[in-house]
């Protein structure tokens, strides 16, 4: 027994932080517990949403689970800062450390930014698409719980068991057993792996809905650009998650069973998987970035109130980028030495990648040209976005640039190249398409002033933090160090990215503080359409009803609801009661909860070799396929007289 | 009366002003260890930084431009009288220039890349390296010497003005081997020997550290590099030699062992801690180093 305890509990989890985390996490806990007995809601949350297969529902869990993920990352965050704020300091030790920013990067890049994204897909594809929900429902909903529970196997590494510490890159042979015997790498790889079946699952099913479900008349280039960006981002996952998986498997086959594909002696290799792992990563830095400039080819029009300036090359461009971005990967180790002609080769690819993007930026701009541009806090996000990402893109070629790397690779450069594209990319690109969605998703808006203050806090933060940790690279300072001496010229430029980071945090604070508050007091939506919108998802009521459209809209033109409106055609899509025809809906199911719940105890027997768990949790993911396997009874029939009274409330129904 | 600046010595004025004014502005001071190079290597990098950081700008610049002067000429507002064309959605002529533009900046980049890629792969020709044996290991890094038969611990002594072959191995978890001030850095990798060559113009100290991160000691992989003459590095060649003790398979053990060490040098080296054979797939031909 007390070894158990001891193998639960080692000193690593019984520090100052990872104690009151304890306490913070059994007091929420029990609250949440409390409130919902209290008010009686248990079945209401397994039955409207545990067992949802929605896709405006998974979507709002998506983002709830990203919005709580972007607080424990950017607490993370704030304790790395803190720490470098000053020389020599002895605010985290040094295991400390490593842990934070190995937790840190990894909950950012997989359990922040991926969900955030997937949750604007789940919310706004299919109504963009005029379509009923996705392709495989159930699918989409045993995902999200993948995703969940393989989020909630790494954040639970931080009190029990202890968190992994090599790195979001997690190179062997540190995270060999003999380097590195504590259980915190198997949760790294255990729960990339879970959550890693319910992304490749998000790409296949967005891919087909977007190309099996759309509405009639939307041909593929009459879809929003955003849907475009989703389809070649589920066929980034598709291949980019393979490679992943066998360097995953692989290394925890190390650990575990004694193999020895990666290890130092035995014949192994750790550079493979170096190359397997950046074989997936670089693509990855498309599948978070891609969807963030479909999102920004949405807002762009919209606030300037004109159509997006070439659509066709905007298409191309995004194309090339999803071929040519697996043709780069040898930019992460130029310094591995693969020989001058490899060398070269990965460069100039790479710089060629900096086109189709580079004329994405300008088609934003002349986008805007000859518009009339309204400053929301859904257009001041994309408007942050294009002189960071310029940045990002230009110090990108800097690193693609093979002699340059040399000096550059792991120093503080890259890191502020990489904070660049992912905060002015990925995070300013979610934030403009939560603002923008919003209304769609709740009903109601978000407070604009209260955004814009959080927006400048975040933005000016941000340049305050990431602007000196370019001139750090340059002093050379390398990334993952958890203290340094005085007297190198360090010491101003990391108290300033401190005080950026604090500003950043403080950012975050007011987007809540904003959410908070206009979940009272923000003005209701009651038009379905608040910014005067270019597409189908606007043209439908807010919050969009279960069923979406009452009846299917047929698509003429690229901005399919401004052609309505345009050509006064908008009343007549007012519903005719007599043209509502029963609606064929998902069924909710409680397989994707249960699938996920044993996923979960899979990873945590493993985790901690305790075999006997594992195999009750694998017999449960077993069960729990045959059960969705042989479960016929998956779609029921909408009533019409539902579709009608509910239209008629909203005041659609025409007479 | 005043003697009138000549307009050579005006220039001069100048330039001395631009500079130290950019200086001050940039904060480039000596700690930009990176844009202060004391070695071809290092000098080549940074004029290639500079290059490209030029051709960067000549991109990203009149951009801003344009995307500020849209945001306030189209920005929505009573009063301002900008054109409105809410259908103009394309144009053949900018649409070549756009794709043509950045090909031409990307070309002026990727030529001497690839150029610079080649001729820093190989030894400049008709000047003898000094060989350096590098093991990188929890969390120090030792040195052999084969031509001289020495071996060091976290520090180095090289000849100023001599290229200096470093072959890069590890008895441990990764990282890189990086002198900022005389080169770009290296992997060092259980089961691989890469090759990098550096020289110092002249004599000097420089910092070294590890780029890869390699565990809790990782911060501590610092080591200094001192470029001497060759009189001089002749000399304490010699004095290594006879002063220092000798290094048995023994002591290499206990160096390897987990922990963190200060300087140390030795008068000899078991034969056989440096690996002699590798993977192969990754030395060049630059490499002395046979393939297996
Ligand atoms: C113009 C386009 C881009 C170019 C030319 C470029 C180039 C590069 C290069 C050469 C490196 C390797 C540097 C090194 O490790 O020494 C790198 C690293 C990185 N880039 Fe980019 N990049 C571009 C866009 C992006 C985007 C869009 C993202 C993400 C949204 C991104 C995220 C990253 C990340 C995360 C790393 C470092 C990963 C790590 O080592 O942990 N980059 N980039
Ligand atoms: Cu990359």
């Given at each position: 027994m007390s070894h158990i305890i001891a193998e639960l509990f080692p000193p690593s989890t019984l520090r100052l932080f990872e104690l009151i985390a304890d306490v913070l996490i059994v007091l929420t806990t029990v609250s949440i517990v409390g409130v919902l007995t209290y008010t009686k809601k248990w079945v209401w949350l397994w039955r409207e949403w545990l067992t949802s297969v929605d896709h405006k529902r998974i979507g709002i869990m998506y983002l709830i689970a990203a919005l709580v993920m972007l607080f424990r990352g950017g607490v993370d965050a704030l304790l790395l800062r803190t720490q470098l704020a000053f020389p020599n300091n002895h605010f985290l030790g040094p295991e400390h450390y490593d842990e934070i920013f190995t937790t840190h990067g990894t909950i950012m890049i997989f359990f922040m930014a991926m969900p955030f994204l997937f949750a604007l897909f789940n919310v706004a594809v299919p109504l963009m698409i005029g379509a009923r929900d996705v392709a495989f429902p159930r699918l989409n909903a045993v995902s999200f719980w993948l995703f969940a529970f393989g989020a909630l196997l790494l954040n639970i590494s931080f009190v029990i068991g202890g968190s992994p510490n090599a790195g979001w890159t997690a190179y062997p042979p540190l995270t060999e057993l003999r380097f590195n015997p504590s259980v915190g790498e198997n949760y790294y790889f255990l729960s990339l792996l879970i959550a890693g079946i319910g992304t490749t699952i998000t790409g296949i099913n967005f891919m087909v809905t977007i190309l099996r479900m759309r509405a009639p008349g939307m041909t593929l280039m009459k879809m929003p650009m955003f849907v475009w960006t989703v389809l070649v981002t589920g066929a980034l996952i598709i291949f980019a998650f393979p490679p992943l998986t066998v360097s995953l498997a692989l290394t925890l086959f190390d650990r575990l069973f004694g193999s020895s594909f990666f290890t130092l002696g035995h014949g192994g290799m750790p550079m493979m998987f170096v190359n397997l792992f950046w074989l997936f990563g670089h693509p990855e830095v498309y599948i978070v970035v891609l969807p963030a400039f479909g999102i920004f080819s949405e807002v762009v029009p919209v606030f300037s109130d004109k159509k997006l300036y070439g659509y066709p090359i905007m298409v191309a461009s995004v194309l090339a980028i999803t071929v040519l971005s697996y043709g780069v990967w040898v930019h992460h180790f130029f310094t591995m030495g693969a020989g001058p002609g490899v060398n070269a080769f990965f460069g100039v690819s790479t710089m060629l990648i900096a086109i189709p993007t580079g004329v994405k930026i300008f088609n934003w701009v002349l986008t805007m040209w000859g518009g009339r541009i309204r400053f929301t806090v859904a257009m001041l996000w994309q408007l942050a976005f294009i002189p960071a990402f310029l940045i990002a893109g230009a110090t990108g070629v800097l690193l693609a640039t093979v002699p340059v790397d040399y000096q550059m690779h792991n120093s503080y450069f890259l890191i502020a190249h990489f904070h660049f594209a992912l905060i002015g990319g990925t995070v300013f690109g979610v934030l403009s398409g939560m603002y923008y969605w919003w209304p769609k998703m709740f009903g109601y808006m978000l407070n604009e002033r209260q955004g814009k203050v959080a927006f400048w806090l975040f933005f000016i933060g941000f340049l305050v933090t990431f602007v000196p940790q370019y001139m750090l690279g340059l002093e050379g300072m390398t990334r993952r160090m958890y203290t340094y001496p005085p007297g190198l010229g360090w010491s101003s430029l990391n108290l300033v990215s401190t005080i950026g980071a604090f500003t950043q945090g403080a950012g975050f604070l007011v987007i809540v503080y904003n959410v908070l508050w206009s979940m009272r007091y923000g003005e209701r939506?009651?038009?379905?359409?608040p910014w005067n919108g270019r597409t189908l998802e606007w043209s439908i009521p807010s919050p969009a009803p279960e069923y979406n459209f009452a009846i299917v809209p047929v698509v003429h033109d690229r901005d399919a609801w401004w052609d309505m409106k345009q050509s006064g055609k908008s009343e007549a899509f007012k519903v005719k009661s007599s043209a509502i025809r029963p609606v064929h809906m998902p069924k909710r199911s409680a397989m994707p909860f249960l699938l996920g719940l044993s996923f979960f105890v899979v990873g945590f027997g493993m985790t901690f070799s305790w075999w006997v768990i594992a195999i009750i949790g694998g017999l449960g993911v077993l069960a729990s396929l045959l059960y969705g396997a042989f479960d016929y009874d998956d779609f029921e029939e909408l009533d019409p007289e539902v579709i009608r009274r509910t239209e008629a409330g909203l005041g659609r129904l025409q007479a | 009366m005043p003697k009138r600046h000549s307009p050579r010595g005006r220039h001069r004025y100048w330039l001395t002003l631009a500079i130290a004014l950019g200086l001050t502005v940039s904060g480039c001071g000596q700690q930009y260890v990176v844009l202060h190079p004391k070695g071809p290597v290092a000098t080549s990098e940074l004029n290639l930084l500079i290059l490209a950081s030029v051709a960067m700008a000549l991109v990203i610049i009149p951009v801003w431009m344009l995307f500020a002067y849209t945001l306030v000429r189209f920005r929505d507002n009573p009063r301002h009288e900008g054109v409105f064309v809410p259908k103009w959605q394309s144009s053949r002529l900018l649409e070549i220039l756009l794709f043509v533009v950045p090909l031409i900046i990307v070309a002026v980049i990727a030529v001497p890349t690839v150029q610079k890629t080649y001729a820093l792969d190989r030894l400049p020709p008709k000047k003898d390296p000094v060989v350096i044996n590098v093991t990188s290991l929890d969390w120090k890094w030792l040195f052999q010497y084969p031509g001289q038969h020495i071996a060091t611990v976290n520090y180095i002594e090289i000849p100023a003005g001599k290229p200096v072959l470093f072959e890069l191995t590890a008895d441990s978890p990764m990282n890189t081997f990086w002198i900022p001030q005389l080169g770009g850095m290296e992997y060092t990798m259980p089961g691989e020997v890469l090759p990098l060559w550096l020289e110092a113009n002249k004599p000097g100290v420089y910092m070294g550290r590890s780029g890869q991160f390699s565990g809790t000691g990782f911060v501590h992989m610092v080591f200094s590099v001192k470029a001497v003459s060759s009189a001089a590095f002749n000399s304490w060649v010699q004095q290594v030699k006879t002063t220092a003790p000798g290094m048995s398979l023994a002591t290499y053990h206990s160096i390897v062992k987990i922990g963190t060490m200060g300087h140390e040098s030795f008068s000899s080296y078991p034969a056989g801690i440096f690996p002699t054979t590798t993977h192969g797939f990754t030395l060049t031909g630059s490499s002395p180093m046979k393939m297996p």
């Open positions: 939506d009651l038009t379905g359409d | -």
